[in-house]
């Protein structure tokens, strides 16, 4: 059992930078997939970014080149640097651990409780 706890979300103004950071316990992190989701109010779980156990990363379309997904394998620490935020950024971070993944998505990954980001306009 993986438990994952987020910190670091808040509300930023429009082009600030947040860095968000999931701790995990319990499972031998440098096996797992990590992953942060999002979800804004009324819509879907959706996927921001994964990184493998030996860094390789993805990301959607409509965070590349502004968000960073990196992980500390050493710290069982995964983070998530968000530059240039926008007012659709604004959502609910969770952090996702799973030791399969299928195409870009991670499969019955463990959740945390999630961190809330707020942009304002």
């Known amino acids: 059992q993986v438990q994952l706890v987020e910190s670091g979300g808040g509300l930023v103004q429009t082009g600030d930078s947040l860095t968000l950071s999931c701790a995990a316990s319990g499972g031998t992190f440098s096996s797992y997939y990590m992953g942060w989701y999002r979800q804004a109010p009324g819509k879907e779980r959706f996927l921001v970014a994964t990184i493998s156990s030996s860094g390789i990363t993805y990301y959607a379309e409509s965070v590349k080149g502004r968000f960073t997904i990196s992980r500390d394998n050493a710290k069982n620490t995964v983070y998530l640097q968000m530059r240039s935020l926008k007012p659709e950024d604004t959502a609910l971070y969770y952090c996702?651990?799973?030791?399969?993944?299928?195409?870009?998505?991670?499969?019955?990954?463990?959740w945390g409780q999630g961190t809330q980001v707020t942009v304002s306009s």
């Open positions: 996702a651990a799973s030791t399969r993944l299928f195409m870009t998505r991670l499969l019955s990954p463990y």
